[in-house]
């Protein structure tokens, strides 16, 4: 007999021990009516109706079992979808410089498609874990910030400022590129000059404080996120459910957003 074919006939003999247990004791209160002593029945009743509780409460913990196994189930489908929504303007258009690049500037053309290689391979395999640590978080925005750096042909201010007590301490991926994607998408690439974005990150033992700051043409219709900044909200409400604050503030051609976990 193999391990497995063991492992099943285990778990079978465990769920028929209480059905067992329930018959027996069954059959004791009847014949025990007709031949036993008056005595005997009571306490025949009395573990009949013990067996029927432990059925039914056993009955009852699979079936909560069941529920809360659909209901992570069904959120990590909704994580991996909301998940899979991250990156692809930036990927498409960076690719699309990257075709001019190659044979105008072949050495930067092949640092650009170094680091675009590091990005996609986190993405694809470290964005599909629950958790990552910080460390790599960072370097995933600087690299994404590097990117720009070199894509533009005008004068970006980007500034990074972290202070991180612990670069180990885990988070949910791909979660934090996104204010940055936003800040970018909607500030620096419709800006032809003073086009500025300012980031810091600021994280100890229990909790982690993200800021953004940047620029936007005012006469654009909106320096929100859309699409984006829904993925982030829908998030963090499925993993940070009541452990994080998202504060956003427009004003005078200014965008400001601000994360806040607790972890």
């Known amino acids: 007999m193999t391990l497995r074919q063991k492992l099943v006939n285990k778990q079978f003999i465990k769920k028929l021990v209480p059905y067992f247990f329930l018959v027996t004791t069954l059959l004791i209160v009847v014949f025990n009516d007709f031949f036993g002593k008056e005595e005997d029945y009571h306490i025949y009743i009395l573990l009949f109706f013990i067996s029927m509780i432990v059925w039914m409460i056993r009955w009852l913990v699979i079936q909560i079992k069941i529920i809360l196994r659909l209901k992570k189930d069904k959120t990590q489908a909704e994580l991996m979808h909301l998940k899979s929504q991250v990156n692809p303007h930036f990927f ?6 990257l075709y001019g690049l190659v044979e105008l500037n072949p050495a930067k053309a092949q640092l650009l498609i170094l680091k675009l290689s590091d990005m996609m391979r986190y993405s694809i395999y470290e964005g599909q874990k629950d958790w990552v640590s910080l460390a790599d978080e960072i370097t995933y925005l600087e690299n994404y910030m590097d990117l720009h750096k070199m894509r533009y042909h005008k004068t970006i201010d980007i ?5 991180v007590e612990d670069p ?12 940055v994607e936003n800040a970018f998408k909607h500030g620096v690439e419709r800006l032809r000059k003073g086009a500025f ?7 100890g033992l229990s909790y982690i404080d993200f800021e953004i700051e940047n620029n936007f043409d ?11 900044l829904n993925n982030l909200k829908k998030r963090l409400e499925l993993v940070y459910l009541n452990k994080h604050e998202l504060e956003i503030a427009n004003h005078a051609a200014i965008y400001k957003i601000r994360l806040k976990l607790i972890l």
């Open 218 to 228: 005012s006469e654009e219709k909106s320096a929100s996120g859309g699409i984006g």
């Open 92 to 97: 498409f258009n960076t690719l699309n410089n």
């Open 159 to 163: 500034r990074f400022d972290v202070d």
């Open 168 to 179: 180990g301490i885990k988070i949910m991926p791909l979660l934090l590129i996104i204010m």
């Open 197 to 203: 974005v300012y980031i810091r990150l600021k994280a």
